[in-house]
Structures are given as structure tokens and as C-alpha cells.
């Protein structure tokens, strides 16, 4: 009984841990952010169970009758496109929600996009600073600038047509020489890392149009 919180893929079909897929199988209901997108995962493992959606633009009109489920005692499982749901993925609402009524809550380790990108960029893992998407537009150069000054490692998610207005809007506050490793399409076909400083990862990027997801760790000096 209660709800399960379970890491799905963030491309490779191959990183879905037997746990996951069990878990998925035997639960009464799995909340997903896109049916479509999950359907192609969970017809790969032969999983039946009855999906409904659960996204940023319905969550808070779902939360009720979801919380009334688990009160009943049923098996909820809760699943993101890809990696690990509360995560720059919905989860948080409901999570807070169920503890709030005492419901079980179980969240499953698994895969997501930060961990891989920040050990094999070869910059300081021991301490750093998981930002997720920068503010759009209101407050977003203030934002880089308070992260400017934290002595960590910085770690942001982007989007490819967003990636290399982003490098050059950082330029001014992290200076040209800050280090960056950014990886793009992690465990896919055509994952590959960029390691080299700001202004040569804008150079870069530049002259080769971003294609995929990307993830930029900057270095804290």
C-alpha cells in the first residue's frame, strides 16, 4: 500500500532496475506526466497496469481524488518521462501531500541526469549545487549572479534551443575562463561531453547547433 516514487529511463531502456519494473507491475494504478511517452516503456517490459496522467497542468485538480485512492489502500506508482520524478518533474506536490495525511511514500533509487554529468566531468563532486532550469525571464539575471559566488560546483539543466543564449548570458558574471563540462543525450546513442572553459563551449556550440538535452556543470572558480 501507499505510493511509489520510481526512476524511469532517461534514454536508455536498458537502465530500468528490476525493483522498478516490478513495482510498476504489481501497483493498482501508475501516475505518468506524458501516457504516450511511458506507454512505449512499459510495453518494452510487458507491463499492463492502467496508467492516468499526472502532469504540472493538472496535478493540483487530480491531488484529491489520487489522495483518495491511497486512503483506500491502493497501489499508486508515480513515474516522469524520464529519471526521477521531483526532480525538474512533477512529484513534489503530491509527495508533500500524501505525507501530510500520513500515507506511506517509498521512493525508489534509479536514474537521473545530474549524478552521471557531474562525476564524469571531472570537476569537484564532493559538494555542489543542483539548480535545475534557470528562472525564463523575471529574475533570471540575479539568479546567475547569487550562483556566480557559490564555492561548489554548479549543476543546470537545459534545453537546446536555449543552451547557448544561457552560456553567453553566464559569461559576464562567471567570467570567460570558468570551467564547464556539459554533457548532452546522457546514456543515449549520441551522448558525448563538451569539457572546456565558457567562452569556448559558446564558441562551440556556436558553430554546432545543439541537438538534445543538455546538462552544464560549471566549475566554482
Known sequence: MGLYVVPTPIGNLEDFTHRAQRYLKEADLILAEDTRTSATLLQHYEIQTPMQSFHMHNEHIKLDSILALLKEGQRIALISDAGTPGISDPGFLLVRAALKENLEVSCLPGATALIPALVQSGLPSDRFFFQGFLPPKKGRQKKLEELAQLPVTLILY??????????????????????????????KKFEDTFRGTLTQAIEFYSQQPPRGEFVVCIASE
Open 158 to 187: 537545459e534545453s537546446p534551443h536555449k543552451l547557448v543564449k544561457t552560456l553567453m548570458q553566464m559569461e559576464p558574471f562567471f567570467g570567460p575562463n570558468r570551467a564547464v563540462s556539459i554533457g548532452r543525450e546522457l546514456t
